[in-house]
């Protein structure tokens, strides 16, 4: 373990065993707990509307675990931990202060779906009510696109960690990751990806908190805040940090850092409005409790880079001239760290073998519970916004039940080939993640606007989508060519050229859609969207869905002054078995939640780290322990909101099964609504 190699502390089969029986064990579960549930509760997974949305009441406890979890990728251990690697102790704040800022404020947006469409499956349901087919066929690009870049990350990072950590073949961790996924999607739907979300974030964050004591308590190589201080403080003088203040990894005064957050944050905000994954936790959650979910989310994800990337980071670069590194007497080239092979370096040095195992299992977790999540939101778009809208308007329950099963098969398998032919061709998860808010920054701010702004216009929501990215692409080439001398893989990866990218991206689209709406607005009173409809299933699978369940109108298609609604566009005569339920949520209480994130980012995005970066200040080891105690602490209240409040919150769900369970082991007859 020399000359900066770094050999796999596991054997082969341990990573075949983790990714294969991992998976279809909790497949096996999702099983039996379906079953459960379709016995013994009104909610079936076997019907269309439940599979697709959880039939719209998962209780704000699950969904805050489930965004945890959802936004939890390979890339959020793997990056945060780089990050404070590079940077210093700044990254882990940046890291999940620019991730948080979004899931926060998306609970606005999350509160205006619920009040003008809840009906909705995905977003782009909502965009084919207001705007008609065109910026529908745009959106789901930008749609498609983001889940391909998204995949592309967890699967990249995750399986560079397990090769790594077990010596596994990358191409076969690729292709194999998915399966395990696949299979307990198909059998529970979207509420399995909630179940599996909180199993998931449950053992993670206990897997931190292992990490975190040992760093911080138990270890011998370092065993308390102060001595990790210490080591921080040594390291700096044999590589000190270009661009931080005296070269220290203990401060936030970083050139560097201030501009990842930049890139990041525009990263964060296309990867989360764009994710269809998102959007379904708002449309699968309770209506009363949405806000207050994502609210819960934000705050409790935000603990997940910041406690793991500063516990990590920090270790992995506080211990690499120690012959326990994984790559002693060499630090990690920038390959292995492009790879995403700090936690893991870090994770082998402070346990050994057992830190390997933790973390084999902790990239296994964060992997597949976000890539269900993929899975399912890809398959709710092939199915109502492709198969339904454009090739089979009269499908029916068993149909559309049958097509998003393929979807998540399909999809699964594609992605799997995608990331073996990146792989092929050297691109690791780190360029995929400075290039793709390059591409899916500009649709950003209008499809916010979309369910914000009556004004915003057809013509304005195109323009600003497609001209945004235009200009995107054309300041990511043009800096680096003129800032680096050539174009290339690494250069285009640079930070200088990715945050030309990203800013001018977002921030352009944003621009042209404003201005071209203020020069001709739209008035548009979301009728449209309000009438696209739950459609409920009482009893035959088979039976015929409305045709229709969203209307395209626009002002700048339709000159009528009244907006058509959805029943225009319905069959006459329905079966009988089929109920159509009309969708009245309370209303949602959309300032409040606007107010709320306002201060909530202005706290974590200015009143925090600006005077910490604005300073002349570097650490000292009383504030360095205080900032470890801090992060501690929000990994715990993290962890109740995450693994304690989802079960209380469905305790009664919970008796209710085990009663049944317990009445049918002794011969009692139990039935759904009994």
């Known amino acids: 373990m020399a000359n900066g190699e770094f050999l796999a502390y596991l054997p082969q089969s341990s990573g075949y065993g983790v990714i294969l029986g991992g998976g279809f064990a909790f497949a096996l579960f999702m099983l039996i707990l379906s079953w459960l549930q379709s016995k013994f509760t009104e909610t079936s997974p076997f019907e269309a509307e439940e599979f697709s949305s959880a039939s719209r009441s998962v209780k704000p406890g699950l969904v805050c675990s489930g965004i945890v979890s959802a936004w939890t990728w390979s890339a959020t251990l793997m990056v945060s931990s780089l990050v404070c690697y590079q940077f210093g102790i700044s990254g882990g704040w940046w890291y999940g202060t620019c ?3 979004e899931i926060i404020f998306f609970s606005v947006i999350a509160s205006k779906v619920k009040e003008n469409a809840n009906g909705a499956r995905t977003f782009l349901e909502i965009v084919k009510a207001r705007f008609g087919t065109p910026a529908h066929l745009m959106f789901l690009f930008y749609a498609l696109f983001t889940s391909l870049m998204v995949s592309a990350i967890l699967l ?8 790594a950590l077990t010596g596994m073949d990358i191409r076969a961790a690729t292709m194999l990751l998915p399966v395990g996924v696949i299979a307990f999607v198909i059998v529970g739907g979207l509420r399995s990806t ?11 964050f206990v ?85 207050k979910a994502y609210f ?84 709710s778009i092939f199915t109502y916004d492709v198969y339904r809208t454009y090739f089979r308007p009269q499908a029916t329950a068993r149909e559309m039940l049958r097509i998003a099963h393929f979807c998540v098969a399909g999809w699964g398998i594609w992605i799997s080939v995608w990331c073996v032919i990146l792989n092929a061709g050297n691109v690791d998860m780190n360029f995929i993640y400075y290039f793709c808010g390059t591409i899916i920054g500009a649709p950003v701010i209008p499809v916010m606007l979309t369910v914000l702004w009556p004004k915003l216009s057809n013509t304005g929501v195109m323009s600003g989508s497609i001209g945004g990215t235009a200009l995107g692409i054309m300041a990511w080439i043009i800096v680096c060519r003129y800032k680096y001398g050539m174009i290339g893989v690494d250069n ?14 977002l921030y352009s689209g944003g621009i042209i859609a404003y201005v071209i709406s203020m020069i001709k607005p739209d008035s548009y009173d979301f009728k449209g969207t309000r009438g696209i409809k739950i459609v409920g299933q009482t009893r035959h699978q088979g039976d015929i869905l409305p045709s229709e369940q969203v209307i395209a109108v626009s002002p700048d298609e339709e000159k009528a002054s009244k907006t058509p609604s959805v029943e225009d566009g319905l069959p006459s005569v329905l079966h009988e078995d089929f109920v159509e339920i009309e969708s009245h949520p ?23 780290p600006i005077p910490l970066g604005a300073s002349n200040y570097i650490f000292s080891p009383g504030f360095f322990t205080a900032w470890m105690v801090v992060a501690m ?37 139990i039935t759904r609504n009994s």
């Open 633 to 669: 602490i929000w990994s715990f209240v993290a962890g109740f909101c995450c693994i304690i409040l989802p079960i209380w919150e469905s305790r009664m769900a919970i008796k209710h099964m085990a009663f049944g369970l317990l009445a049918m082991t002794r011969g009692r007859a």
């Open 99 to 101: 991730g948080t800022v």
């Open 586 to 608: 309370k209303p949602a209480n959309v300032m409040k939640a606007f107010w709320w994130s306002a201060a909530i980012i202005i706290v974590m995005a200015v009143i925090v």
């Open 207 to 291: 897997v931190i908190w292992i990490f975190l004591y040992t760093a911080c308590g138990s270890s011998e190589l370092i065993g308390s805040p102060t001595a990790l201080h210490e080591l921080l403080v040594k390291a700096a003088e044999i590589t000190p940090v270009e661009g931080n203040l005296g070269g220290s990894y203990l401060t936030f005064h970083s050139k560097t850092a201030f501009i990842y957050a930049a890139i990041s944050i525009t990263l964060g905000f296309s990867t989360v409005f764009l994710d269809q994954s998102y959007w379904q936790r708002a449309i699968a959650s309770n209506p009363e409790g949405t806000t």
């Open 194 to 204: 909630f179940v599996s979300d909180y199993v998931h974030t449950t053992i993670v």
């Open 156 to 163: 990249l990072g995750g399986s560079a960690s397990i090769s």
């Open 492 to 505: 285009l990866m640079s930070q200088y050229s990715s945050l030309a990218g990203n800013v001018t991206s």
């Open 296 to 379: 819960l989310g934000g705050i409790s994800w935000f603990s997940v880079p910041f406690t793991f990337g500063t516990t990590m980071g920090l270790t992995a670069r506080a211990l690499q001239t120690n012959a326990v590194f994984p790559t002693y007497p060499e630090p990690l080239s920038m390959a292995q760290q492009g790879a995403g092979l700090v936690a893991p370096a870090a994770a082998v040095a402070l346990l050994g073998r057992e830190g390997a195992i933790a973390m084999l299992i902790i990239t296994y977790m964060a992997v597949t519970s976000a890539c269900s999540a993929q899975l399912i939101s890809v398959s």
